[in-house]
């Protein structure tokens, strides 16, 4: 079985910080391309992040500054550090990975809500 599994999840204050992490398992994680997304209530899901393979990254403009993706692939886990919190962050954040031989796949989501 080739799944992600994503945790880090929860309740946070404004301007709080968060650090997701998505493991997974059954697969070579180290050739994978990974990204975050995110689904906001009543919005489209939205990339965040992006990390290839080969470790160059990608950010949507407004998370540039805040969020940081970076990968382990001893432990093959990829994660989503974010920092200064926001109200419009609260969203379900999902991994994803893009395999050239196969087609993505997705965890479960993980909730972030961030209100005083």
């Known amino acids: 079985q080739v799944q992600l599994v994503e945790s880090g999840g929860g309740l946070v204050q404004p301007g709080g910080s968060l650090r997701l992490s998505c493991a997974a398992s059954?697969?070579?994680?180290?050739?994978?391309?990974m990204n975050w997304y995110r689904q906001a209530p009543e919005k489209e899901r939205e990339l965040v992040a992006s990390?290839?393979?080969?470790?160059?990254?990608n950010y949507k403009e407004s998370m540039k500054d805040r969020f940081t993706i970076s990968r382990d692939n001893a432990k093959n886990t990829v994660y989503l550090q974010m920092n200064n919190l926001k109200p419009e962050d609260t969203a379900v954040y999902y991994c994803?990975?893009?395999?050239?031989?196969?087609?993505?796949?997705w965890g479960q989501g993980t909730q972030v809500t961030v209100s005083s």
């Open positions: 994803n990975a893009r395999r050239y031989y196969a087609a993505d796949l």
């Open positions: 059954g697969g070579i994680f180290s050739t994978w391309n």
């Open positions: 990390i290839t393979s080969g470790g160059t990254t």
